[in-house]
């Protein structure tokens, strides 16, 4: 069963930064690409950002790029999102999330989430 | 970027009677769809790949139709399982984007 266990969220203030890592395994995770979705609280859902299997294709949402960079390292089995220049409404439980293929975007596995909170 | 469309934001059913959900894309989206469904507190899982696909261990009384531009989940009969908040997702071109979701209540 694939595993995806997201860590590094926490209470950060407006405009500073956090990383978060996403340790995946029982899957091959050379094989797929990989994404972020994050649920701020009470709201839907909203994708962040994928990156293709080797990296070579990205995509961000438009409310965080130029913030937010993603990140992979296949011999580490895991995945990264940098977050910059955080704003309130960041705030969310993020998600890490396996995709169907190499770059299909279909979503197929979710971890857990980390929550990600930003206030002064 | 590809809207999302869906209806009803939320419905009450009871148990036994069927349910449908409508997802309308703004443009032609081929049958790259997906639906989800979360229960409160949990993560979301995928219920229906490729627009009609049934993940594997999904009961069947869930099924999806549609293509291009219209999309449906359909609950065959309500259980009380089934009570929870279902979104689409487009996944044809990026930024993927989901619905804004159905909240499914007990009636």
């Known amino acids: 069963e694939v595993q995806l266990v997201e860590s590094g969220g926490g209470l950060v203030q407006p405009g500073r930064s956090l990383r978060l890592s996403c340790a995946a395994s029982?899957?091959?995770?050379?094989?797929?690409?990989m994404h972020w979705v994050r649920q701020a609280p009470g709201k839907g859902l909203e994708w962040v950002s994928g990156?293709?299997?080797?990296?070579?294709?990205?995509a961000y949402a438009d409310s965080v790029k130029g913030r937010f960079t993603i990140s992979r390292d296949n011999a580490k089995t895991s995945l990264y999102l940098q977050m910059n220049s955080l704003r309130a409404e960041d705030t969310a439980l993020y998600y890490c999330?396996?995709?169907?293929?190499?770059?299909?975007?279909?979503?197929?596995?979710w971890g857990q989430g980390t929550l990600v909170t930003v206030s002064s | 970027d590809i809207q999302m469309t869906q209806s009803p934001s939320s419905l009450s059913a009871s148990v036994g009677d069927r349910v449908t959900i409508t997802c309308r894309a703004s443009?032609?989206?081929?049958?790259?769809l997906g639906w989800y469904q979360q229960k409160p507190g949990k993560v979301p899982e995928r219920l229906i790949y490729?627009?009609?696909n049934l993940q594997s261990g999904v009961p069947s009384r869930f099924s999806g139709s549609g293509s291009g531009t219209e999309f449906t989940l359909t609950i065959g009969s309500l259980q009380p399982e089934d009570f929870a908040t279902y979104y689409c997702?487009?996944?044809?071109?990026?930024?993927?984007?989901f619905g804004g979701g159905t909240k499914v209540e007990i009636k």
């Open positions: 990156i293709s299997w080797n990296s070579g294709n990205i």
């Open positions: 490729a627009a009609s």
């Open positions: 997702l487009q996944y044809n071109s990026y930024p993927l984007t």
């Open positions: 443009q032609g989206i081929r049958n790259d």
């Open positions: 029982e899957f091959t995770f050379d094989d797929y690409a």
């Open positions: 999330v396996k995709d169907n293929g190499g770059n299909s975007g279909d979503l197929d596995s």
